[in-house]
């Protein structure tokens, strides 16, 4: 076990490893190739079970790449960009726990979402950011 161990550390020396984006497009290759296996026999199994291997074999080409920097590059982005859609996902819960009462307006000038009591009648808001003010119905 402890030779298997060594030689393992002497494969993955200068390696980028399973980083984050390896992870998902594997996972993505699992789930995908158990989907085809639940669908009929016939060209479009093989082409969604292609994907899914597609998926594992991206994932083997990031863990044993060489070129670390331009996979921590690939990385980032698809941090950030999941980061955008989750970031997304919690303001909108936020928001939709608080319609009950505020209301949310965003700006014409500088598009920021600016947070209002509900129930007040016609206000003039005036946007937090930029200072544009605007008239609107609470």
Sequence with gaps: MH???NWLLRVMTGRNGADELARVS?????IVLLVSLLLPEG?????IGALG????IYSYFRIFSRNVYKRRMENSGWLRFRGNIVNR???WCVRRRQSKDYRFFRCEK???ITRVPRG????????PHCRN??????
């Design 3 to 5: 030779r298997l161990k």
């Design 26 to 30: 594997s996972g993505f290759g699992c």
């Design 43 to 47: 060209i479009v199994q093989s082409l």
């Design 53 to 56: 291997f597609a998926g594992i």
């Design 89 to 91: 996902f919690r303001q």
């Design 110 to 112: 500088c598009r920021t």
């Design 120 to 127: 007040r009648g016609r206000i003039e808001i005036t946007c």
């Design 133 to 138: 003010k605007f008239i609107r119905k609470s």
